[in-house]
Nanobody
Framework: QVQLVESGGGFVQSGGSLQLSCAAS????????MGWYRQAPGKQREMVAT???????KYADFAKGRFTISRNNAKVTVNLQMDSLEPEDTAVYYCSLRRFVTPTYSYWGQGTQVTVSS
């Protein structure tokens, strides 16, 4: 079983910064993509940023230029540095560990709240 533990959410004013961290434990396997997703009230969960085990990074358009994802394969951790935060970034942020080749699996953290005030 895999467990993802997130930290770093909180309350910040518009224009501020936050860093989210996530640590995976258990049988994490290999060739898994780690990333961050978010879900705002009344909206579907959406991808924020992902990074493969080989280091390929993908950002959502709204995250480009403001958010930076980083990963440590040895420690199986993933961080998300968020700068220039806007009220529209308010959401619950979820860490993910997903493998898209056989055997496929998806694990999610419990979520951490990020609130940005105007």
């Amino acid at each position: 079983q895999v467990q993802l533990v997130e930290s770093g959410g909180g309350f910040v004013q518009s224009g501020g910064s936050l860093q989210l961290s996530c640590a995976a434990s258990g049988s994490t396997g290999s060739a898994a993509t780690m990333g961050w997703y978010r879900q705002a009230p009344g909206k579907q969960r959406e991808m924020v940023a992902t990074v493969t085990s080989g280091g390929t990074i993908k950002y959502a358009d709204f995250a480009k230029g403001r958010f930076t994802i980083s990963r440590n394969n040895a420690k199986v951790t993933v961080n998300l540095q968020m700068d220039s935060l806007e009220p529209e970034d308010t959401a619950v942020y979820y860490c993910s560990l997903r493998r898209f080749v056989t055997p496929t699996y998806s694990y999610w953290g419990q979520g951490t709240q990020v609130t940005v005030s105007s």
